[in-house]
């Protein structure tokens, strides 16, 4: 074997390309916003991607273990192994693809998506969609609109739900995504107790569940678990709040770090036990006759 490859240094092995490096072995991203690449996570089991790439920085974060790095350091938590086992393993096993050097020059060209125009929702399929995920109409026009967007040349339409930085949360069907900036979403309504939901299905969902019989509270939507951190600076100032987390490990742990904490936390995922998320309650519970 030439003695070249298998001398590759941290340094060279750091440079390849995050993304085709997980797509050599096998893993593609459930979801791309911007730069930033989800993944279900290939150090452990979930059903939401937590398992963040970006493909500006080559770094990879995984929200559920709160662990990230480069390469090497994803290589040897994959395959349980030292760094110089890794790297013979990158260069010298039959059963590893070479993964090419990172694309520095097409890393500008990553897609972007753009804003084009918000408006209220009128889409026929926009409607159908929240009525497949069981939620209000009434509802989803308050908090949501219906955001036009293009990838490059092409342009689409989705469900947008606004953060509170200027970006979008999107969804329809066939897309789930988000526009630059990405930020969580703060509502206050001027009470002192604060419910914080994952996505904002589980906020709308929350909202179609109890109508107007839980008022009396502001909302918190993280729109990603990366920004938990960021919610518990805010919420310090409520004196109760309410975690409508989903039920993965992920979202478990982060319940479990804030009642630690002990600072009027309560977990609330106790009402959707055997359920991925609040919505995976409201679509799928058994309604009555059906027990």
């Known amino acids: 074997m030439d003695k070249k490859l298998n001398s590759v240094s941290c340094n060279t092995a750091n440079q390849i390309d995050l993304v085709t490096y997980l797509a050599d072995c096998g893993f593609e991203p459930v979801k791309v916003c911007g730069e930033n690449y989800w993944y279900l996570s290939p150090l452990r089991s979930e059903n939401t991607a937590s398992f963040k790439i970006n493909r500006r920085l080559n770094r990879w974060y995984d929200h559920g273990i709160g662990k990230g790095g480069k390469l090497v350091d994803l290589g ?3 395959f349980d ?3 110089s ?9 039959v059963s590893f693809h070479k993964p090419s050097l990172l694309p520095f020059a097409t890393l500008e060209n990553v897609p972007i998506i753009t804003v084009e125009e918000v408006k209220p929702i009128q889409s026929p399929a926009l409607l ?5 995920r069981k939620i209000a109409i009434e509802i989803a026009l308050e908090y949501c609109c219906q955001v036009h967007y293009s990838i490059g040349p092409k342009t689409f339409y989705a469900l ?3 953060n509170g930085a200027g970006g979008y949360e999107l969804r329809s069907k066939y897309f789930k995504g988000s526009s630059s900036p990405k930020d969580l979403t703060l509502i206050k309504n ?8 994952e996505g904002f299905f589980d906020f709308l969902s929350y909202l179609t569940i109890y109508q107007n019989r839980m008022s009396g509270t502001d909302y918190l939507i993280l729109n990603s678990l990366s920004f938990f951190e960021k919610a518990i600076l805010l919420s310090a100032g409520y004196n109760l709040k309410r975690l409508y987390l989903d039920r993965d490990k992920a979202g478990q742990n982060c319940s479990r770090q804030a ?3 002990k600072q009027h936390y309560l977990d609330e995922s106790g009402l959707y036990y055997g359920y991925k998320d609040l ?7 058994p309604t009555n006759g059906q027990q």
Not at 85 to 93: D, M, R, V, Y
Not at 128 to 132: A, E, R, T, V
Not at 279 to 285: A, G, H, M, S, T
């Open 76 to 78: 040897i938590a994959l």
């Open 81 to 83: 192994c030292s760094v």
């Open 85 to 93: 086992e890794f790297l013979k393993k990158l260069t010298g096993s």
């Open 128 to 132: 159908k969609y929240l009525c497949s």
């Open 160 to 162: 947008g739900f606004a």
């Open 190 to 197: 001027g009470f002192h107790q604060l419910c914080v939901f």
């Open 259 to 261: 009642i630690a904490m």
């Open 279 to 285: 919505n995976d309650y409201l679509v799928y519970k």
